[in-house]
């Protein structure tokens, strides 16, 4: 039974073109952004140390970890709406229906549609890390910085981005669960991950008793999961602050996956359709 639901919900998602859509724009937005820092930092980095300014002062061997992880740090936006849409498209086009006809446990629906998610979110991560290690190793390499991709913590973090994306897709499917309404749902992702959480984040790095509460954000969840982030670097470099262990991140992250979809359930997904 469930296996005959998550077969169902491939099929929907591979009948429509927006998942290779989305997947197209994550990989050359990673690209551009990996292989534009991995120039600066690699080919200008002396310079900018030397210059006196205001540039973080990156070492080599935090260098890769941080180039490498822009699949994640900002790429996690792509699974998350993905999973949002996935699920408010259902709402919009009343495919729930005979969903629900078909299959009557609507549990098992939602059950069906968080696995099938997530497995398009760690697609969707290992395809952002062929463009953030693939052009951001060679142009380290080009420009006589070590990739470390010799290195299992290196490979332990590619590992752990694939999961982090993975988490953000059923966020995403929780979220659409609970916010049935498309426009809304983007509305709120897309303000929160791009605009809320990075002020939240950078005002809580400015105190020693915020930095605490900002180390629960979901994004610095997910960047201490990965285990590094341009973003947590340059806040660590100006406030000092501490970002929780990576096994803690990551059960943070995947609980506000639980209660998303957990309250996307007992609300919207309860609710008659038609």
């Known amino acids: 039974m469930f296996l005959r639901a ?21 990989v050359g ?13 690699g080919g200008l980095g002396d310079q900018l140390a030397s210059s006196g300014g ?12 941080i180039i490498y992880s822009i699949a994640s740090s900002i790429g996690y936006v792509f699974p998350v709406l993905f999973g949002t849409l996935a699920t408010t ?19 098992t629906v939602l059950g069906a549609k968080l696995v099938t998610l997530a497995v398009f979110g760690a697609l969707y991560g290992i395809a ?18 070590s ?16 999961l982090a994306m993975a988490i953000w897709a059923i966020i995403g499917v929780g979220l659409g669960a609970l916010i049935p309404s498309q426009v809304a749902a983007i509305v709120i992702v897309l303000a929160f991950t791009q605009f809320l959480e990075p002020i939240l984040r950078l ?19 997910s960047d201490a999961l990965v285990g590094s982030s341009i973003f947590t670097s340059m806040t660590a470099a100006a406030s000092g602050a501490q970002s929780l262990e990576w096994w803690q991140g990551g059960l943070v992250l995947f609980g506000m996956a639980i209660v998303a979809a957990g309250l996307g359930y007992l ?5 008659d359709v038609t």
């Open 267 to 271: 609300t919207s997904w309860r609710k």
């Open 6 to 26: 998550v077969r169902s919900e491939f099929q929907k998602i591979l009948t429509v073109r927006m998942w290779w859509v989305l997947l197209i724009v994550l």
């Open 54 to 65: 205001n540039a973080p002062d990156i070492t080599d061997a935090a260098l890769p970890p």
């Open 147 to 162: 990739t470390a991709l010799g290195d299992s913590d290196t490979w332990a973090l590619l590992a752990r981005v694939v």
């Open 29 to 41: 937005y990673v690209a551009f952004t990996s292989g534009l820092l991995a120039g600066v930092f």
């Open 89 to 107: 498209s259902e709402f919009r086009h009343q495919t729930l229906t005979p969903t629900f006809l078909a299959q009557p446990h609507r549990g």
């Open 128 to 145: 952002a890390l062929v463009a953030s290690v693939g052009l951001g190793a060679s142009i380290l390499s080009a420009t006589g910085h």
């Open 203 to 221: 005002m809580t790095s400015l105190a020693d008793w915020a930095a605490g509460i900002g180390q629960y954000l979901p994004g610095a969840a």
